[in-house]
T-cell receptor, first 115, second 114 residues
Framework: GDSVTQMEGPVTLSEEAFLTINCTYTATGYPSLFWYVQYPGEGLQLLLKATKADDKGSNKGFEATYRKETTSFHLEKGSVQVSDSAVYFCALSSNYGGSQGNLIFGKGTKLSVKP | EAGVAQSPRYKIIEKRQSVAFWCNPISGHATLYWYQQILGQGPKLLIQFQNNGVVDDSQLPKDRFSAERLKGVDSTLKIQPAKLEDSAVYLC????????????FGPGTRLTVL
């Protein structure tokens, strides 16, 4: 079945460092891909998404490109801030069949940014 | 715009007891989801409703879990009897009809089974 694999955490960075969180997926067809973020004490929030190959999602300085050839959707940010400390989840949504719309999540990567 | 509401936020019960969670989705959202998030893992879908009909409940442990969505708005998720392995955060999410891809999540209910 469909699945998402993302890099294990936790990840600890200094402020202004470059961030990459790797995410790869296995899916039938052409899923939509997402990054969700969970800040401490808050619910899951959509960070960015891409719905077809070569699309780039971006928000709050974060970017991720839908790479069909490598089945990847890596999250990047050029300069992280302390306020980016959170748990990041990569997810996919199948666009066909009875499971349409259901999100399949990776295990999450906890990011801590030190001042 | 009000977000997805869930209650209670926390619940502690003993094994073999029953428990119920409530969710009120964003107004106008026809699709409602319940997810289970075990500590250290990503959320896993339990059940999906479209209005008051079930679209997918293939991962719902039907011997102990049940869910309903009366009148296509609020939803309740029940566990009876609870087991230790049911300790998790239960998340409710909703989305607009036809907009299958963007889901809005509630704050979750943290269940501890002792």
């Amino acid at each position: 079945g469909d699945s998402v694999t993302q890099m294990e955490g936790p990840v600890t960075l200094s402020e202004e460092a470059f961030l990459t969180i790797n995410c790869t997926y296995t899916a039938t067809g052409y899923p939509s891909l997402f990054w969700y973020v969970q800040y401490p004490g808050e619910g899951l929030q959509l960070l960015l998404k891409a719905t077809k190959a070569d699309d780039k999602g971006s928000n709050k300085g974060f970017e991720a490109t839908y790479r069909k050839e490598t089945t990847s959707f890596h999250l990047e940010k050029g300069s992280v801030q302390v306020s980016d400390s959170a748990v990041y989840f990569c997810a996919l949504s199948s666009n066909y069949g009875g499971s349409q719309g259901n999100l399949i999540f990776g295990k999450g990567t906890k990011l801590s940014v030190k001042p | 715009e009000a977000g997805v509401a869930q209650s209670p936020r926390y619940k502690i019960i003993e094994k073999r007891q029953s428990v119920a969670f409530w969710c009120n989705p964003i107004s106008g959202h026809a699709t409602l989801y319940w997810y289970q998030q075990i500590l250290g893992q990503g959320p896993k879908l339990l059940i999906q409703f479209q209005n008051n009909g079930v679209v997918d409940d293939s991962q719902l442990p039907k011997d102990r879990f049940s869910a309903e969505r009366l009148k296509g708005v609020d939803s309740t998720l029940k566990i009876q009897p609870a087991k230790l392995e049911d300790s998790a955060v239960y998340l409710c999410a909703s989305s607009e009809t036809g907009s299958y891809n963007e889901q809005f999540f509630g704050p979750g209910t943290r269940l501890t089974v002792l």
